[in-house]
Structure formats: C-alpha cells, structure tokens
C-alpha cells in the first residue's frame, strides 16, 4: 500500500520518476478527505500548496532535476508552525484566525528540499494537555479508546494511519515520545537546539525541541537532515551544521555501549518492563555492549519540569492570557497562571534541581553511548485513564519523558512491541548531546532485526 | 529506445533530425547501445576492512575531519612517527570518500592512490580523511557538505580552501603532515590562512592518481606540514614519476629538499613582484607583514630587490577559463576525467553520475561557477579554454624571464588575512565572493606549473600571515630555501587552543 510506504523509499521512487508526485499527493489527498473526519488530525489541509509545490516537483524532474532528498514527498506539520498565509493556531481556539505573515526555517527547509505540505495537524491547546474543543482529541488508529498521545496527537495519528510519509512535531516534556509510542511510532526529540525554533510556537522557551514522527528510524533520519542545523534567524540553535544520520545509518554497532539503572526500572508495569528487557537483549546480539549505570533519583524531577514549564509558559503568553483568559482552556489556564504565582524562589529551586540532574546524567552517562529508558512507567493509557487521572499520576506519566527533556538531550523513540491490549509500546533510546545521528542508527540497527515498526493499524488499511 | 529520448538528446546536441534520419538513427544508435550493455560491469573489488570512525562529538571541535582512521605504515622510514591527515580527495581503501558533497555518499575506495602506498611505506601513520570544500570548488572553507572549518587562530573565520581540513589538523597538532590538492591556490590558501607551510610543486612531480581530479591541467597534490623541513622530507616521499599519470614526466629529477632547508639564505636571490603587491593582491597588513619579512631575509643576507611582472595582475583571468571549463567538463565525465580510467576512480564516477539532477545539492558557489561554465560554452565553445592555455604560456614565459635574474619570486600567499565565515543566509554574491578571492596570487601557478610553497612570515591582527615563493620548473629546492630562511628569522606562535 502506497500510503504505508517508508519515506525514503518513496522519495527514492519519486527522484527516479517510477512515482509522479501530484499522483502521489492527490492520493493522500483524498485518503485524508475520506479517513480524517474520523481520526481528526488535521487542523489545516494545504491543498492548494500541496498540489502546486507537486505540480513543481513533477515539471522538475522533467527537466531532469530533483528538488532535494523530499522531492515531492507529502509530508504534514504540528500546527504550531508558522507558514505565510496559513493559520498558526498552537491548538488555541482563539488562535483559529492567526494567519502568518513568515515562514518558520523548519518549514522553508522541508519545502527546499522538495517537500509537499499536506496541511497541519492537531495539537493539545498551547502545546500543553488538553485537545479543544472536547471532542476533537485526535483518534488513536489501533484502538479508538486509546490516547492518542499529547501534545502532538494529530502528528502522531497522521502518519500511523498513513495519511502522511512523516510530521515534523515539538516536544517539551514528551510531546513527540508519547504519542510516538502509543501509535507505533519512531519519533526523535534532538538535543536542545539542535533544530532551530524560530516561527515555532512557543511553550516553554528552555524546554521546546523540534524533532521527526515517522514510521521508521531512516524516515526519521532524512527529516533530521534536513531539518536540523545552525539557524542564524535562532540565535539559540547550535552553531553546527545539519546532521548526517541518513548517511551513516547502516554502520554495524560494534564499539557501541548501551546502559540503564535498575533503579530507575523499580514500579514498571512488567509488561513494560519485558519490552525494555528484550530491546536490551536485541541490542546486546547486535554487538552492542552492555553496562549498568547509576543515575541520579529521578524523584521530583517531573514537579520540576512542571514548575520551569509554568513559568515559561506564563511568560509566553503574559499578553495573550491577560487580554483573552476567558478563552483559555482549562488545563493552559491553569499552567499558567501556576507558572505566574511560583515565587522566585521555588522557580530558583527547580532550575537548580534541573542543573544538579543535568550534570549528574551527564556525568553518569560519560561512558555510554545511549541510555535505554521506557517511554511511560505504565502500559498505554486509555482515554478514559487520563480524564481521571489524578496531578501526582500526570507527572508519573511523564517519569521518564521529562527529565529527558529537563537536561536538553537527545532522545528517540520507537516500537518494541504491543502489551497484552494490543497496544504499541514504545522505548527510549537517550544521548548525550550531539548523538542524533548515533541514536538514529541504533534505532535502525535494531529495526533491521525486528518488525513492530512495520505493523500497520488493520482498521485503517 | 524510445524516440522521445532520443529527440530530447538531439535537441541537447542542437540537432534536427530530418525525416530520413528520424526513420533510421533509433535502430543504429540502439545497435551501439547494444554493444554496452554487453560491456562486463565494473570490477568492484572488495575494499579491504580498515577501521575508522567518524569524529565522536567534541572530538573535533573545528570540524577538520570527515574520517578518523588509525592505519600504521611500515616500521622503518622517513616517516616513521608522524601521522598524515589525507584531503578527502585521495582515495585510502575502506574508509568512505566524499569530496565535499553528498553525491559520494557510500563510495568507499576499494584501492589505496599510490601516494598513500609510498606514505606508508615510508612509516607514516594514516590518521584520518580531512574536510574539503564542495569538489574543491571554493578558497574559502565554508561550502563542504560536513559543515563549515573553522580557522584555528578564530573559529568564526575561514581556514581557506579548499584543502581547509588538511590545513587545520597540521595547524592544531591533530596531524603532523597532511596532503592537499591544489588547482588554484587549494594548499597554498588554507596553509597560509592556517599558519603553516604548503607546497604546490612543479606540475607533474606527485603522481595525481587516484585522486579526484577537476582538470587535469590544473591538478597538483602536495605537502602541508608546521615546517618546511618537513614539507621536504614528506616531498621525497610522495615524488617520483608514474608512467600511469599523464601529467608526469620523467624528467623531473628529485633533489635532497631536506639538505635545501639548510642552505644559507646569505646569496639567496629574491625578487618581490610588485604586481602581486598590488590592491586587490596584497591589504596594507599584509603587504606590511611580507615587506617587513622581506627585510628580515634581507638582514640575513639574501639579495631581495623588486620586478615588475605585468601580466601577473592578469594571471587569475587568464587561468580562470581553464578552471571553469575544467570543473564541468570534469563532471560531464562523472569526475574522472577523459583518458583517466583507473578502476577505483570509475567506481567514483558511478555515485557522480546523474549528477545533473542533484544540482540542488552543490554548493552555492559551485552552482555559480558551473552555470558560468556552460553559458560561456554555449556562447563561445571550448575556445575560451584553449585560449586560456595559449595566454597560459605568455604568463609562463614571463615568470621564466623574471626568474632568469634571481632565485624565487616573492608575494603574498592570500590578499587579505582570514575572513569571516559567510552567513548561510548572506547574499550568493557576498558568498562568492567569500569563496574566489583569496585565489588571486595563487592560481596563476597552477596554470604556469611553477612550484610555489607558502611559508607563515608573521601575524597581523593576531591572525597568520603566508609569504609565498615561486621557483622555475624543477626547483623546489630553492623554495625550500627561502621558506626555511624565513623561518629563521619569524617567530610564529602556535595558535589558540580551542577544543
């Protein structure tokens, strides 16, 4: 099935020609016309754009030449991307009229190297919680009673039911791991500025990381390249050039070691548990070596996060939430105006747990090259799970994801396989910084020798 | 075939084809394309299995290296003890090649270039493949695909180009010798921007195989070491006439470069070309910094007096059409270049092949001199080329006058001191600009194929200076001669650590 292709390898039918890319785009078109109103990912459908940059990639390879390594691959974005003409909303109703007057660098990088937007894809409001209004929640394709993962849900539902080669998302305390692992995903939140975030909505300035949804980790690999890199106009991204994951995917694992705390493992559901026990056995027969560490206590850190999230927040939107509050959602509204009352001094107390963690991890993780890590503590939850769910389970929700995100490093996500509900369960695979391009090819490695990745949800062939 | 290709390839050639060719030309040419499909495909050897790695992070803080290797030489030679950085325009078997572009993506050479063989063989370990410039197209160190190379002396300056990689390793320590490709200043820049010493020698006294070519006229490898001793010693190693390099000849005898580097600089005859002193050649600090050097030997005893060589302020335009037509005729033959044919270089060839449709991946700068290349073709054919050779030859006889009377010529290496890196987002013409005009003194030479090497003579404004020297054909030794004199008599720290 077409829509069910690897990126890359759709983009190598395309630079060949064996593929017309409006013939390609007008299938996903249609697809999202007849399965969206059902899975509501999509906020906005570019149509038009879509069509017109195809129509380009089709009269160029023509003329003989290719776009770029995305020459006329379909592709959708988080909404939280600015694009001229185009409504930004960040998931915020009040935003639902936001149109852009710029284009984000992340967005002239895709549409540069051949890209075809399909549209934007549906977020929780302000990249936070909550999906609004209630009832657009993005649908989970393998099983309509499962979350669909926050805040990228809609970039995450997109590409496992096919909809899309692949989504360019943000993550702040899991906002890509998550929804990556409960539809099956390989997501990969890079390293702090690793991505330039300039035209990306913000949420939390210290926190965002821009990064990759697709179904595979050398899908991932080609958005990363072409992504990522020093961006002038992000003064806050890393003065280095783009990555070169796609490259060196394939190089055996050899030299490479891999390591975790059975600490950090003590009250994991064992179904969790096992998945993590049996990525470490597939990377140990790869020839990776492994090593057992001692982190720093994770205990407090999801609090922590919280409270630098708040803050940052309530900077972002100290305008907007003071002029339009009654418009805000329950769940933003209230991150916010936390974020407002924290006194000086229990921000300054989060931001140094934050240092104190960030240095020890470092340290720690000195003689590895990835840390393997659950995404979630528990099996997948439900949708009625996490309407109920009390403050102290939301921030064990995040144990693992925002600790990641606290310290700035790189992580990737990808499926190991489904717990005893049928649901996919994901694992993390984190870095030290500058490591994307090894973490792709350990992903990949271990996709080479299995095939969760490659299940498809049957409900949406 | 399909007539729509074939009348898309007339129409390429300007052809119309009458009724009677349009009848018979599908069944002749695809008789002779029957013929290729015959043709046994290339041999591809397996490479041997060396090991190497990519630069870990912080592992390489000024990006100088695509490749990390650690592949030891013979127990016994010259350069026993040393370790080489090799640009990634030379071929090392096993370990990845890319020549600045993602075009090589997964070409491994399955055969070492000769060069490499004798650098072994005299000792020397094999430390890595450095970065260079997008198919060597610009002299300033920022289009490669691995990023930009940052200058050791300020990391937001260029290192020049486009052998940058091989000039930051030799200048940070992380090699001790390193070899460069040159066709218009491309050790000559990145060594005096860097700080340390480079050779282009006399045309035809490396053999350049194995080696990624641009135009076979132009085509120079050479040393690049801290000092001209041993840019000497390593010239020894590497010279010597291979009957498989079209551009050899026999008749270049070798001389004991290590002994020049200690002959006296008292009688050194040096004559400072007022051209390449001009605006545009030289800024005031720089030219300041050469004089002053100058008057340094001249304190030593060397005899240093001034020339005129007029048709030096034309050498860049005269060697100009030979390097733009040379680079895309260069590509048309996938990068191997006619009449080359070594098997490890056809295998190169394949992955550049259908380069055509992945211009959007060329550098910038590249994309400017290549569209140059093809208008000027369209208008005037190869005519400019040969034109440019012809000149070529006037502008040689000239520098062999001027070196009638003395030893070596003299100039600045480069007319200004190290640029800033250009923005991604500045203007094409700010970049281009960038990347040619460090080139202006250089690349007459490699059109004459005098030997030049450039020595570091000073700092000025805390960034290195490079003097150049000239010689006739054959002379290296008098290069070495100078370049050792004015190290005599320069103090060159070493520069700031950054990683």
Same mark, same amino acid.
């Given at each position: 099935m077409l829509?069910?292709q690897?990126l890359?390898?759709?983009?190598?039918h395309?630079?060949?020609?064996?593929?017309?890319?409006?013939?390609?785009t007008e299938a996903?078109l249609?697809?999202?016309?007849r399965?969206?109103p059902?899975? !509501?990912?999509?906020v906005?459908?570019t149509?038009?754009r879509?069509l017109?940059m195809?129509?380009?990639a089709d009269?160029?390879l023509?003329n003989?030449?290719?776009?770029?390594?995305m020459?006329g691959v379909p592709?959708?974005?988080?909404?939280?991307f600015?694009?001229?003409?185009?409504?930004?909303?960040? #998931?915020m109703?009040?935003?639902s009229?936001?149109?852009?007057?710029?284009?984000?660098?992340v967005i002239r990088?895709?549409?540069?190297?051949?890209?075809?937007?399909?549209?934007t894809?549906?977020?929780?409001?302000g990249?936070f919680? %909550?999906y609004?209004?209630?009832?657009s929640t993005p649908r989970?394709?393998w099983?309509?009673g499962?979350?669909?993962g926050a805040?990228?849900g809609?970039?995450?539902v997109?590409?496992?039911?096919?909809?899309?080669f692949?989504?360019i998302?943000?993550?702040?305390?899991g906002?890509?791991r998550?929804?990556?692992?409960?539809?099956?995903?390989?997501g990969?939140k890079?390293?702090?500025g690793?991505v330039s975030?300039?035209?990306?909505? %913000?949420?939390?300035?210290?926190?965002d990381?821009?990064g990759?949804i697709?179904?595979?980790?050398r899908?991932?690999a080609?958005?990363?390249?072409?992504?990522s890199?020093d961006d002038?106009?992000d003064?806050?991204?890393?003065?280095l050039?783009?990555?070169?994951?796609l $490259?060196d995917?394939?190089?055996?694992l050899r030299g490479?070691?891999?390591?975790?705390?059975?600490a950090w493992?003590?009250?994991?559901?064992? %179904?969790v548990a096992a998945c993590h026990?049996?990525?470490?056995?597939?990377?140990?027969?790869?020839g990776?070596?492994r090593?057992?560490l $001692?982190?720093p206590?994770?205990?407090g850190?999801?609090?922590?996060?919280?409270?630098?999230?708040?803050a940052?927040?309530a900077? =972002?939107h100290r305008d907007?939430f003071?002029r339009?509050?009654?418009d805000?959602?329950?769940?933003?509204?209230?991150?916010?105006e936390q974020g407002?009352?924290l006194?000086?001094?229990?921000?300054?107390?989060?931001?140094?747990?934050?240092?104190?963690?960030?240095?020890r991890?470092?340290r720690?993780?000195?003689?590895?090259?990835?840390?393997?890590?659950?995404?979630f503590?528990?099996? =997948?939850p439900r949708?009625?799970d996490?309407?109920?769910?009390?403050?102290?389970t939301i921030?064990?929700?995040?144990?693992?994801?925002?600790?990641v995100?606290?310290a700035?490093?790189?992580?990737?996500t990808?499926?190991t396989?489904f717990d005893?509900?049928g649901?996919?369960?994901g694992?993390?695979?984190i870095?030290?910084?500058?490591t994307?391009?090894?973490?792709? !090819?350990?992903?990949?490695?271990?996709?080479? #020798?299995?095939?969760?990745?490659?299940?498809?949800?049957?409900?949406?062939p | 075939?399909?007539?729509?290709d074939?009348?898309?390839a007339?129409?390429?050639l300007g052809m119309t084809?009458?009724?009677?060719?349009?009848?018979?030309?599908p069944?002749?040419?695809?008789?002779?394309m029957?013929?290729?499909s015959?043709?046994?495909?290339l041999?591809r050897?397996?490479a041997p299995?060396r090991?190497?790695? !990519?630069?870990a992070r912080?592992?390489?803080p000024?990006?100088?290296?695509a490749?990390l290797t650690?592949?030891?030489?013979?127990?016994?030679?010259?350069l026993v003890?040393?370790?080489i950085a090799?640009?990634?325009?030379?071929?090392?078997?096993?370990v990845?090649?890319g020549n600045g572009?993602?075009?090589?993506?997964g070409f491994?050479?399955?055969e070492?270039a000769p060069?490499?063989?004798h650098?072994l063989?005299?000792?020397a370990r094999i430390?890595?493949?450095?970065?260079?410039?997008?198919l060597?197209?610009?002299g300033?160190?920022?289009?490669?695909v691995n990023g930009?190379?940052l200058n050791?002396?300020d990391?937001t !300056?260029?290192?020049?180009?486009?052998?940058?990689?091989s000039?930051v390793a030799?200048?940070?320590g992380?090699a001790?010798?390193a070899v460069?490709?040159?066709?218009?200043g491309?050790i000559?820049?990145p060594?005096a921007?860097?700080g340390?010493?480079g050779?282009k020698?006399t045309f035809?006294r490396?053999?350049y195989?194995?080696?990624a070519?641009?135009?076979p006229s132009l085509?120079?490898?050479g040393p690049?070491?801290?000092?001209a001793?041993l840019?000497?010693r390593?010239?020894?190693?590497m010279?010597g006439?291979?009957?498989?390099?079209?551009? #050899?000849?026999p008749?270049?005898?070798?001389?004991?470069w290590?002994?020049?580097?200690?002959?006296?600089?008292?009688?050194?005859?040096?004559a400072?070309?007022? %051209?390449?002193?001009a605006?545009?050649?030289?800024?005031?600090?720089?030219a300041?910094?050469v004089?002053a050097?100058?008057?340094r030997?001249?304190?030593?005893?060397a005899?240093?007096?001034q020339?005129?060589?007029?048709?030096?302020? $034309?050498?860049?335009?005269?060697?100009?059409?030979?390097?733009?037509y040379?680079?895309?005729a260069?590509l048309?033959?996938?990068g191997?270049g006619?009449?080359?044919?070594?098997?490890?270089?056809a295998t190169?060839g394949?992955?550049l092949?259908?380069?055509q449709?992945r211009?959007?991946?060329l550098s910038?700068?590249l994309?400017v001199?290549?569209?140059a290349a093809?208008?000027?073709?369209?208008?005037?054919?190869?005519?400019?080329?040969?034109?440019?050779?012809?000149?070529?030859?006037a502008?040689? =006889?000239?520098?062999d006058?001027?070196?009638?009377e003395?030893d070596?010529?003299a100039?600045?290496?480069?007319?200004?001191l190290?640029?800033?890196?250009p923005d991604?987002?500045?203007s094409?013409q700010?970049?281009?600009?960038a990347?040619?005009?460090?080139t202006?003194?250089t690349?007459?030479?490699n059109l004459t194929?005098?030997?030049?090497?450039?020595?570091?003579?000073g700092?000025?404004?805390g960034?290195p200076v490079?003097?150049?020297f000239?010689a006739?054909?054959?002379?290296?030794?008098?290069l070495?001669r100078a370049?050792?004199?004015?190290?005599a008599?320069t103090?060159?720290?070493?520069?700031?650590?950054w990683?």
């Amino acid at each position: 099935m077409l829509h069910y292709q690897g990126l890359a390898e759709t983009a190598d039918h395309l630079a060949c020609g064996d593929l017309r890319a409006v013939v390609l785009t007008e299938a996903l078109l249609d697809r999202i016309a007849r399965l969206d109103p059902q899975l !509501r990912a999509f906020v906005t459908v570019t149509a038009d754009r879509a069509l017109d940059m195809a129509r380009r990639a089709d009269e160029a390879l023509a003329n003989g030449m290719r776009l770029g390594p995305m020459h006329g691959v379909p592709i959708a974005v988080k909404d939280l991307f600015d694009i001229a003409g185009v409504a930004n909303t960040a #998931g915020m109703p009040i935003r639902s009229r936001a149109i852009a007057t710029q284009t984000a660098t992340v967005i002239r990088r895709l549409e540069a190297a051949g890209a075809v937007l399909l549209g934007t894809l549906r977020l929780s409001e302000g990249v936070f919680g %909550e999906y609004l209004p209630p009832g657009s929640t993005p649908r989970n394709p393998w099983d309509a009673g499962l979350w669909p993962g926050a805040s990228s849900g809609g970039s995450a539902v997109a590409v496992a039911a096919g909809l899309c080669f692949g989504s360019i998302a943000s993550d702040t305390g899991g906002s890509i791991r998550m929804p990556s692992s409960v539809t099956g995903l390989t997501g990969l939140k890079p390293g702090w500025g690793r991505v330039s975030r300039h035209g990306v909505f %913000e949420l939390a300035a210290s926190l965002d990381h821009v990064g990759p949804i697709a179904r595979s980790a050398r899908d991932a690999a080609l958005l990363m390249d072409v992504i990522s890199g020093d961006d002038p106009q992000d003064p806050t991204s890393l003065a280095l050039p783009a990555t070169r994951a796609l $490259r060196d995917l394939g190089l055996p694992l050899r030299g490479l070691r891999f390591g975790f705390d059975p600490a950090w493992l003590e009250q994991v559901d064992p %179904e969790v548990a096992a998945c993590h026990a049996g990525l470490c056995a597939d990377l140990a027969a790869e020839g990776a070596e492994r090593v057992e560490l $001692r982190l720093p206590d994770w205990r407090g850190l999801a609090a922590a996060w919280y409270r630098i999230c708040a803050a940052q927040a309530a900077l =972002a939107h100290r305008d907007s939430f003071a002029r339009h509050r009654d418009d805000y959602g329950q769940a933003l509204a209230g991150l916010i105006e936390q974020g407002a009352r924290l006194s000086a001094l229990d921000l300054q107390a989060a931001l140094q747990r934050r240092l104190d963690f960030t240095s020890r991890l470092i340290r720690a993780l000195a003689g590895v090259d990835a840390l393997v890590l659950p995404v979630f503590p528990f099996r =997948a939850p439900r949708l009625s799970d996490v309407a109920a769910m009390d403050e102290a389970t939301i921030l064990d929700l995040h144990r693992f994801t925002c600790p990641v995100s606290l310290a700035g490093l790189p992580a990737i996500t990808f499926p190991t396989g489904f717990d005893s509900a049928g649901a996919p369960v994901g694992m993390q695979l984190i870095g030290l910084p500058q490591t994307e391009e090894v973490l792709l !090819r350990l992903a990949h490695r271990y996709q080479c #020798g299995t095939s969760h990745h490659e299940i498809h949800p049957a409900a949406w062939p | 075939m399909q007539s729509e290709d074939l009348l898309q390839a007339a129409a390429s050639l300007g052809m119309t084809l009458t009724p009677a060719e349009r009848e018979a030309m599908p069944a002749l040419v695809g008789r002779l394309m029957a013929g290729l499909s015959a043709l046994a495909p290339l041999p591809r050897p397996d490479a041997p299995i060396r090991s190497w790695s !990519r630069p870990a992070r912080g592992e390489d803080p000024l990006n100088a290296f695509a490749a990390l290797t650690g592949i030891e030489g013979a127990a016994t030679g010259p350069l026993v003890g040393l370790r080489i950085a090799l640009k990634d325009t030379i071929a090392l078997a096993g370990v990845p090649m890319g020549n600045g572009t993602s075009l090589l993506d997964g070409f491994t050479p399955s055969e070492d270039a000769p060069v490499v063989t004798h650098l072994l063989a005299a000792g020397a370990r094999i430390v890595g493949k450095t970065n260079c410039e997008c198919l060597c197209a610009s002299g300033a160190s920022f289009t490669g695909v691995n990023g930009p190379v940052l200058n050791p002396w300020d990391p937001t !300056r260029s290192a020049g180009g486009s052998s940058s990689g091989s000039a930051v390793a030799v200048a940070t320590g992380q090699a001790d010798l390193a070899v460069g490709g040159d066709q218009g200043g491309s050790i000559r820049v990145p060594a005096a921007l860097c700080g340390i010493v480079g050779l282009k020698p006399t045309f035809g006294r490396i053999p350049y195989l194995g080696v990624a070519t641009v135009d076979p006229s132009l085509d120079h490898i050479g040393p690049m070491a801290r000092t001209a001793r041993l840019a000497a010693r390593m010239l020894s190693v590497m010279a010597g006439h291979d009957p498989r390099d079209p551009r #050899g000849s026999p008749d270049l005898p070798a001389a004991d470069w290590e002994a020049a580097c200690d002959l006296p600089a008292a009688g050194l005859r040096v004559a400072l070309v007022r %051209e390449g002193m001009a605006p545009g050649r030289a800024t005031s600090e720089v030219a300041a910094a050469v004089r002053a050097a100058l008057d340094r030997l001249a304190g030593i005893g060397a005899e240093v007096r001034q020339i005129q060589v007029p048709l030096h302020a $034309r050498g860049i335009d005269i060697w100009m059409p030979v390097i733009l037509y040379g680079t895309l005729a260069g590509l048309w033959t996938d990068g191997v270049g006619a009449g080359l044919t070594r098997d490890e270089m056809a295998t190169m060839g394949q992955h550049l092949s259908g380069w055509q449709a992945r211009g959007s991946e060329l550098s910038d700068v590249l994309r400017v001199l290549l569209l140059a290349a093809e208008v000027a073709r369209r208008k005037h054919g190869f005519t400019p080329y040969f034109q440019g050779h012809a000149e070529g030859r006037a502008l040689r =006889a000239a520098y062999d006058a001027a070196l009638e009377e003395v030893d070596v010529l003299a100039m600045p290496t480069v007319a200004g001191l190290a640029g800033r890196l250009p923005d991604p987002e500045a203007s094409l013409q700010a970049r281009f600009d960038a990347a040619v005009e460090t080139t202006g003194n250089t690349a007459p030479f490699n059109l004459t194929g005098h030997p030049a090497i450039t020595v570091p003579c000073g700092l000025a404004d805390g960034l290195p200076v490079g003097l150049m020297f000239v010689a006739r054909h054959g002379d290296e030794a008098a290069l070495f001669r100078a370049a050792a004199a004015v190290e005599a008599v320069t103090q060159m720290p070493a520069p700031p650590s950054w990683g």
